[in-house]
C-alpha cells in the first residue's frame, strides 16, 4: 500500500495467496441506487467487493444482479453467506458462489441471533471446516473473541474477521483491545468486518495493527455515499500509517513541549 | 392444449413442457445460463452439464446470483 511517505514501507495485503492493493474492502448492499454505489466503490478505492447469493427474480423487468454493474475483472468479488443460521445453509450457500466461477474465496458468516446479528461461533466453525476441506478460502466473520479466532485459524481460514460492533450498527470499534490481541496471537490476516460508523472509526481501527478493514453500510447510508468513500479511503490508509508510524507512548501527566531553560528571570 | 408439468422454481410453482433440459428451461425464463447457478433438488449443476439435466414433475430448482450485499 502506498503510503507516501518514503520511510514507510508497507507489505501489501495477501489473502489465501491473493494480494490487495487497498486494506479498504467494501459491501455493495443498502445503496440508495446503483449509480451511486458504483461511484462510491469506485471512490474508495477498494478492490475486494463483497456481494451475497440470493435468487434470481424471474420477472425479468427489474435488474438485481451486481455484476450488471460491476465489471468482474475490475475487482475481486468476495460472496458472503450473509443470512444463514446454520453452517449447513452457509456451506450451501458458499457452494453456489463457487459456481458462479470467479474464485474460491466465501466471506462465512453463520449469524446465531435475530436481534443482534452476532455470530454462532460453533456454526461458523463447523462450516470453516467443511469448506476449507472442500479448497475454500475462507473469512471467517466473527466476534472479537479470541479463542473463537484461534480454532478458526487452525481450521484453516484464510483470514479471521473480528467485528467492531454489531453488523449495520456504526457504533465504532467497542473493543479495541480484544482485536489488537487478536491480531498479535493470529498469523493470518485480520481485517475488521462490520461496525464502523464514520472515518474515526475506520481510522481507529487500522491504529490497533489489523491488517484490513470491510464496511458497507457506514459508506451506503451516509447522506452523501461518494463522499463518505473518499473519507474512508483516507482514514484507512491514515490508520495504517499511523500504526506503521508508531504512535508515542500515553502518559496521564503533562511534559512541556517547549524547553524549560531559556526562561525569562 | 399443450401437456405441463409443475415444478417448484425458487419457491413458486410453475407449469413446464415436460422433459425440458434446464438449459431449455434457462432460456424459457431468458435468462442467460452464464449469469445464473442452478441447483436442481438440492443439487447444483456445472454449465457444461444444464443441456443433460432433464427436469420432472416436483423437481426444486433454484436459481441464484450475485446481488449487493455486505
Known amino acids: ?265 | 392444449m399443450k401437456q405441463t408439468v409443475d415444478v417448484v422454481i425458487n419457491g413458486e410453482h410453475k407449469p413446464i413442457t415436460p422433459g425440458v433440459t434446464l438449459l431449455e428451461l434457462l432460456a424459457e425464463l431468458e435468462l442467460d445460463p452464464r449469469t445464473v447457478v442452478v441447483e436442481h433438488n438440492r443439487r447444483i449443476v456445472r454449465r457444461p452439464a444444464l443441456a443433460e439435466v432433464t427436469v420432472a414433475a416436483g423437481d426444486a430448482i433454484e436459481l441464484v446470483h450475485f446481488v449487493g450485499g455486505g
Do not use: W
Open chain 1, 1 to 265: 500500500m502506498t503510503t507516501a511517505v518514503e520511510t514507510l514501507r508497507d507489505a501489501p495485503l495477501t489473502i489465501g495467496g491473493r494480494t490487495f492493493q487497498s486494506r479498504l474492502m467494501v459491501g455493495t448492499g443498502k445503496y440508495p441506487d446503483m449509480d451511486t454505489m458504483v461511484r462510491a466503490i469506485d471512490t474508495s478505492g477498494a478492490e475486494a467487493v463483497t456481494v451475497a447469493v440470493r435468487r434470481v427474480n424471474l420477472d425479468r423487468s427489474k435488474e438485481t444482479s451486481v455484476l450488471h454493474f460491476l465489471d468482474p475483472k475490475r475487482f475481486f468479488l468476495l460472496a458472503n453467506t450473509a443470512g444463514c443460521y446454520t453452517a449447513a445453509d452457509a456451506v450451501r450457500y458458499a457452494r453456489l458462489a463457487r459456481e458462479a466461477g470467479f474464485n474460491d474465496f466465501v466471506k462465512l458468516e453463520v449469524i446465531g441471533d435475530e436481534e443482534t446479528l452476532l455470530p454462532d461461533v460453533q456454526g461458523l466453525l463447523e462450516a470453516a471446516k467443511i469448506l476449507v476441506q472442500e479448497g475454500f478460502k475462507v473469512l471467517a466473520y466473527t466476534n472479537e473473541d479470541l479463542v473463537t479466532a484461534l480454532r478458526l485459524e487452525d481450521a484453516g481460514c484464510a483470514a479471521v474477521m473480528p467485528l467492531a460492533s454489531p453488523i449495520g450498527s456504526g457504533l465504532g470499534l467497542l473493543n479495541p483491545l480484544s482485536v489488537r490481541t487478536i491480531k498479535r496471537r493470529l498469523h493470518v490476516p485480520v481485517i475488521v468486518d462490520a461496525g464502523v460508523g464514520t472515518a474515526s472509526d475506520a481510522c481507529v481501527t487500522m491504529e490497533q495493527g489489523v491488517d484490513g478493514i470491510l464496511m458497507n453500510t457506514a459508506i451506503a447510508a451516509a447522506q452523501d455515499p461518494v463522499a463518505m468513500a473518499h473519507a474512508m479511503r483516507l482514514a484507512t490508509i491514515a490508520g495504517r500509517t499511523a500504526y506503521l508510524a508508531g504512535r508515542m507512548p500515553r502518559r496521564e501527566v503533562a511534559m512541556p513541549s517547549s524547553p524549560t531553560q531559556g526562561m525569562l528571570d
